[in-house]
């Protein structure tokens, strides 16, 4: 959808540069309405899942999930600078995370050492991505 339609264009034209995108004769509020309004139903549709999974509602189960979703999309090839992203990339972000979260989990090791592992990784990945943007402008 990001790379074949015209709205997955406009949307990585205005994730890159908001400025360009205004250039370029984007609609930009109504674009980013479109946007949050899709982000919107599918938060919803996930905290719907969950619910459904876990049979139960409860406010706080979803706390510290950001930290792994940011973690998978940078680990997947996504730029945390916007403008490069994958869908693919993020996928097998998310394996790698689901993986490295049960290992720890199998492990026995605490929640909190969990989230420092995650945020090490994270670290991790954006110093690498970073590394690759420098390595690829020199060139």
Known sequence: ??????????TLALGDSEGAARAAGIRIEHHRRIIYTLSGALAGLAGLLFTARVNAGDPTAG????LTAITAAIIGGTNLFG???????????ALIMGVL???????????YYQQMAIGAVLILA???DQYQVRKESRV
Do not use: K, P
Not at 63 to 66: D, G, T, V
Not at 83 to 92: E, K, V
Not at 101 to 111: D, Y
């Open 63 to 66: 706390i510290n999930y950001e």
């Open 1 to 10: 959808m990001l790379a074949y339609t015209r709205f997955g264009r406009h």
């Open 101 to 111: 979260q049960n290992g720890l989990t199998l492990l026995a090791v605490q929640s």
């Open 126 to 128: 954006v110093f690498i």
């Open 83 to 93: 403008g490069r992203a994958s869908i693919l990339g993020t996928m097998i972000g």
